[in-house]
Structure formats: C-alpha cells, structure tokens
C-alpha cells in the first residue's frame, strides 16, 4: 500500500501485542512476589526455569535429542526449590547431582557425544543456577524489597533502551550479534537501571552506601545487557529469531528472562558484598 501503511499497523499490532503480554506477565510475577512467599515465587521461577531450558535445548539441539535432557530440566525445576529449603548449599547439591548424573549417563549410553552432555550440564547452570538466585536475593534483610528493585531496575533498562534506541539510536552496539541495540539505548537503560538502584533507601530500612548503590546499578545494567546479548547469540549461531512462541511479542520464555538470569547473580552477591544479610 501507499507509504508503507501494511508496515505501520504491523509494527502497531507488535507493540502492543508486547505491551499486553509484558503488563501480564509482570503482573502474574509481582503478584506472586507479593502474595506468594519464598516458596510460590520458588514455584513460579520454578516453572519459567524448566519452560525456558525446553527451549534452549529445543534450538540448540534439535537434530539430536537425548532422554539426558530430562536431567537437566529436573534440576532447573528443583534449584529454586532448594533455594527456599536450603539456600545455597541446595542450589549446589543439586548441581553437583546434575554433573554427577551426566557423568554416568554419559558412560552408559555411548552414542551420546560430550557435545550432548555439555548442553544438558550447561543449560541447567546458565538458566537454573542463575535463576534460583532471585530466591536467594528474597531470603535476604528486606527480600521482598530487594526482589522488586531488582525487578523495577531490570524491566527500566528494558524499556528506556527499547523506546530511546528505537527513537534516536544511530550507534551500533553490537551488529553482528543484535543489530538493534544501540549506544544511545542502553545509556538510557544504564541510567534507568541506576535511579532505581539509588531509590532503594526509600523502600528499605537498611540499604548500602549511595556509592555502592550506584555501582549495583551499573552492574545491573551491564550484567542485563550482557545476558541479553548472549542469548541473541545463541539463537544467531542457531538460525532462529526468537526461543519460542510461547509469549506474543516476547517470543520464548527465554527470551522474556534472559536479562534477568545474570542479573540475579550479579545483584546477590553485589548485596552481599554490600552489607545485605
């Protein structure tokens, strides 16, 4: 049609569809934050984590598929589980379970190649070790707290870099692995990340030092973008453009959390190395 008209209600229909899907999926986990306690949001990651290890195995190895798959979703399901019952000696023994495992079955079906057992061992560590850390981060002082601030902070970097890199975003990031992604986006993200980070003594009575808070922030930032990054370059490697369908807008569920997987890492032990107890 005259001036690209198809285009613009395409490129309409798209954002709100992610708008929709977005409010809906921050709704069902704030409201699990809120009402749900350490074991629904164990629950809740619980699921995210096994949905979006499905899918990182379906694009990565979908010419061979092994049963050695069932081990690594039963770990990612069973991290946050373990998180609530034992923290992080649990998160570890069940890693130390996963490898385990994979070792003998590795032994035991020899058609498998260490190709086949790295992904299944790597995919539980990327999602569910990473993942069961938002656990870890609510058992802290003020935990529902810190949960929603790393949340907030996330979700900031998303859209301040999504809409101001759309609107005035002329240098690469990163090309070759998201052609998208601009400078001037994520500085927006960046700074986005770091107000929240420095309103944190307004929501909680103990929070660490302003200087700290704002390398917390910065830290955030980077670790969003670069779980970002790195699942663009999976799904590069691989030909696919999203992990899934399975979020209208979002694509995948690994697609929707996989700024959030470094992030809870970066911000339990930077709370740590804060003070946070």
């Not at 285009?7 to 954002?15: A, I, P, Q």
């Not at 290890?53 to 990612?76: D, K, M, N, P, Q």
């Not at 420095?198 to 030092?209: G, T």
Request: charged share 15%; with cysteine.
């Amino acid at each position: 049609m005259v001036n690209g008209t198809p285009d613009k209600r395409k490129s309409f229909s798209s954002l709100g569809a992610r708008v929709v899907t977005g409010v809906l999926y921050g709704l069902v986990l704030l409201g699990t934050i809120a009402f749900g306690g350490a074991l629904g949001l164990a629950l809740l990651l619980a699921l995210f984590g096994g949905l979006a290890l499905s899918e990182l195995y379906r694009i990565t190895r979908r010419e061979r598929r092994t049963l050695a798959e069932f081990c690594g979703l039963a770990a990612v399901v069973a991290m946050p589980l373990a998180a609530v019952a034992l923290g992080l000696p649990g998160i570890l023994a069940v890693m130390t379970v996963l490898l385990v495992a994979s070792l003998i079955w590795h032994v035991a079906f020899t058609n498998l190649r260490i190709s086949d057992t790295a992904v299944v061992v790597f995919g539980a560590l990327y999602i569910g070790f990473a993942l069961a850390h938002l656990v870890l981060v609510r058992s802290l002082e003020d935990g529902v707290m810190l949960v929603l601030v790393l949340l907030v902070s996330v979700w900031a970097s998303d859209v301040l870099a999504y809409f101001v890199g759309s609107l005035i975003g002329s240098h690469k990031l990163a090309p070759r692995i998201s052609p998208n992604k601009s400078w001037e986006g994520f500085i927006a993200g960046l700074m986005g990340t770091v107000a929240v980070w420095l309103a944190l003594p307004l929501v909680v009575d103990v929070a660490p030092r302003t200087e700290f808070l704002l390398v917390i922030g910065v830290a955030v930032a980077v670790a969003a973008l670069t779980g970002d990054l790195f699942e663009s370059r999976i799904k590069r490697e691989v030909g696919v453009k999203d992990s899934g369908q399975l979020l209208p807008g979002h694509g995948g569920m690994l697609d929707r959390i996989d700024s959030l997987l470094l992030v809870s890492l970066v911000a339990y032990y930077a709370l740590l190395a804060g003070g946070i107890r």
